[in-house]
């Protein structure tokens, strides 16, 4: 039983019930983190994917920034124009649009892809029908993100938690990491 639900899960491609209906009941929304912007797209999104680089991590202040990929024209603002605000990152002809009231990214362009906007995928609370399994500058993967070691209650700091092993030797993981 389980395995014919999976067989049937995964060719996503475009099945064949009628597509309005399939397009109304697959919109997905994300918002920001004062709620002021939504941000809707169809679901499932093309693709999700991890960004390493420098850019992502300055703009979300994290080890690195998981987005969903999605056609332009799938993308609609359903709250809160107004409060976006845009940065324009000429050297790496990128444009980060963020909720101008709390700060939260929104959406991320790229130069070379004018057709894609990726959206945080942390936005939305639900399904966004990909896994996120792809890596962009991989390798500047940072040696402070952590990486899903196993934890454990830390004494003393009630929700605390602390990694119980350590990682692979520092001096041998170094080298692989770029700064
Ligand atoms: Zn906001």
Redesign the pocket.
Known sequence: MAKSAVAKAKPEKAAKPPKAKMRAAEVISG???????EIETDAPVFWAWHDHSAGSRRAHGAAYATYVGCWKSKVRVAR?EK?LSRFEDEARSQMRTF??????PVMFTRGGSPKWVNIPRALFAGRTGREAKYHVAIGELQDWAYLGAPVGPLKGYPGVMVEKARKAPRAKAGGLFEV
Request: proline share 0%; net charge positive.
């Open positions: 918002a920001c983190l004062c709620g002021g912007v809160g409060l909720c101008s009231r709390c700060g939260t």
